[in-house]
Structure formats: C-alpha cells, structure tokens
C-alpha cells in the first residue's frame, strides 16, 4: 500500500466535501472553494468526517495515483482552511518592488520596470522595498506565480543579485582571480 495514500484526510469543522461522479472533487471552506476532477479509476469516499482514497488494483499507475490522489486533496482542505503562501526576496542595488494596485511594479536592473498583475484567487503583498508575499488557497497557483515572479530575475550565483525564495540557499561561486 501506498504509505500516503492510504492516510485519512481528516475534515475540520466549516469544512464540506463534495464528490460528484467522475471523481469531481468540491472543497468548500472558511477561505473559498477548490474544485478539481481527479483520476475516475480511483474511489473516493467520505467516511465518518474523514475523504478516504482507495485504489482498485496493484498495477503501477494506480499505485502512482493513489498518493497523488490523496495529497492533492489534502492540500485543497489545507487551501480553503489556512491557505498557502509564498515569500520572495530581492537582493541587488537599486533593485525593488512597489505594489499599485492590482500590479506589481518591479525594478530589477533592466532598462525598464517589470510590471505582473495578480492572477485570479492570488494576493500579492510587499513587505518593504525587496520583500514580496504571494498568498492564495490553491498551492499550485501560489507556487507557481512565486516562480514567474521569480524568472524575471533569477539569482547569479556570484554576487546573489536576483529574485529569490526566503527559504532558499544560493550556491556561491568565487569570481576572476588577478594575475600574478
């Protein structure tokens, strides 16, 4: 068995779980609601205020979707309770965001200001000058308008100049070396 998959997702009270047919999956909560349609091979079931995932056979595929299954739903009730969010820094002279708006107006060295607007259901919030908050309930559109936010400039290994997550490490390299 798949150690995820087969995990109960618990409900939390002001949470409701829908299943329509074929797998159509409708989390209603505090935040918002999420809607996807998952794989139709495999039965969802809601069962004593826990979504169970169960898989009809031990072939490969239906072992690969059985934790995807789980985890994706787990992270729409996570979504709609808590939401997700994203925290960018921007590390370079001159460079810096300013929100207007629903745009974000970013500075980043180029001969021009970078403007982005906020997608549908995505917050973005800017804490200081180099400090951007990408806030939502759907964990894959924060991620991934963290990372268009963050191709615009993506961090040199050299100096660290560039747009990069809170939480990641930029492997330093050593520059040119005079001659002797």
Known sequence: MSRIGKMPIAIPAGVNVDIAENNVVTVKGPKGTLSRALAPELEV???DGQVIVNRP???KKMKSLHGLTRTLINNMVVGV???YEKTLEINGVGYRV??????LNLTLGYSHPVIMEDPEGIET???G???IIVKGIDKEKVGQFAAQIREKRAPE???GKGIKYADEVIRRK???TGKK
């Open 125 to 127: 919030v800017c804490d």
């Open 45 to 47: 079931k809601i069962e």
């Open 174 to 176: 050593a520059g040119k």
């Open 98 to 103: 300013v929100k207007e708006g629903k745009k």
């Open 129 to 131: 000058q180099n400090k």
């Open 57 to 59: 056979n031990d072939l």
């Open 157 to 159: 290994p050299y100096k």
């Open 81 to 83: 309770t808590a939401g």
